[in-house]
């Protein structure tokens, strides 16, 4: 069974920081890429980061958002900094385990107003 736990939102200040938590169980992350999506209200749900062998980011969010593993931990961050209020949304921490087949976590809000 593949559990994946999102924590870490809240809310901050334009230009303010936040680091979301990721904990994975059932799978271990050096096997499968995981990735960072984000829904804000009335949008699409779009991809912010992933990281695997390799890591990649959306432009958006380049120089911004830094996200890192801990492999023992089972565990991936998404550091952002410098947010700014169109990063309001609910991020969810994702696992790809097979090519059609992905687990979800619940989400964790953030919100960048002042």
């Known amino acids: 069974q593949v559990q994946v736990v999102e924590s870490g939102g809240g809310q901050v200040q334009p230009g303010g920081s936040l680091n979301l938590s990721c904990v994975i169980s059932?799978?271990?992350?050096?096997?499968?890429?995981v990735g960072w999506f984000r829904q804000a209200p009335g949008k699409e749900r779009e991809g912010v980061s992933c990281?695997?062998?390799?890591?990649r980011y959306a432009d958006f969010v380049k120089g911004r958002f830094t996200i890192s593993r801990d492999i023992p931990k089972n565990s991936v961050y998404l550091q952002m900094n410098s947010l700014k209020p169109e990063d309001t949304a609910l991020y969810y921490c994702?696992?790809?385990?097979?090519?059609?087949?992905?687990?979800w976590g619940q989400g964790t809000q953030v919100t960048v107003s002042s």
């Open positions: 990281i695997s062998s390799t890591i």
């Open positions: 059932g799978r271990s992350l050096d096997d499968y890429p």
């Open positions: 994702v696992i790809r385990v097979e090519a059609d087949k992905t687990y």
